[in-house]
Nanobody, 128 residues
Framework: QVQVVESGGGLVQTGGSLRVSCAASGRTWNIYAMGWFRQAPGKEREFVSVIGWNGGLTNYADSVKGRFTISRDYAKNMVYLQMNSLKPEETAVYYC?????????????????????WGQGTQVTVSS
């Protein structure tokens, strides 16, 4: 089993920046990739970004490319999502997720069903 816990959410103004963090614990040696998703009020959860646990390959949703950066600290079992130029419509609960080894290419891990372990989420609110 792998446990993931998000932190770092909060309130930020439009155009501001925020970094959310995800701590992984348990069988971390079995993690293939870590992803970030978000769910805005009244909307479905959507993919934001993914990073390979060992090699660092990354992918982003088109809507965040150039503004968000995902990174990981392998020694600390941490994954981060740096979010810049935030918009009010990006107000959402941000979820971290991890998956077990997969034959699927890391950059293609964009669906909820690709992930096995989920955190409780952290609220990010962007005020206009």
């Amino acid at each position: 089993q792998v446990q993931v816990v998000e932190s770092g959410g909060g309130l930020v103004q439009t155009g501001g920046s925020l970094r959310v963090s995800c701590a992984a614990s348990g069988r971390t040696w079995n993690i293939y990739a870590m992803g970030w998703f978000r769910q805005a009020p009244g909307k479905e959860r959507e993919f934001v970004s993914v990073i390979g646990w060992n090699g660092g390959l990354t992918n982003y949703a088109d809507s965040v490319k150039g503004r968000f950066t995902i990174s990981r600290d392998y020694a600390k079992n941490m994954v981060y999502l740096q979010m810049n130029s935030l918009k009010p419509e990006e107000t959402a609960v941000y979820y971290c997720a991890a998956n077990r080894p997969s034959l699927k290419r890391i950059v293609l891990l964009t669906a909820e069903a690709d992930y096995d372990y989920w955190g409780q989420g952290t609220q990010v609110t962007v005020s206009s």
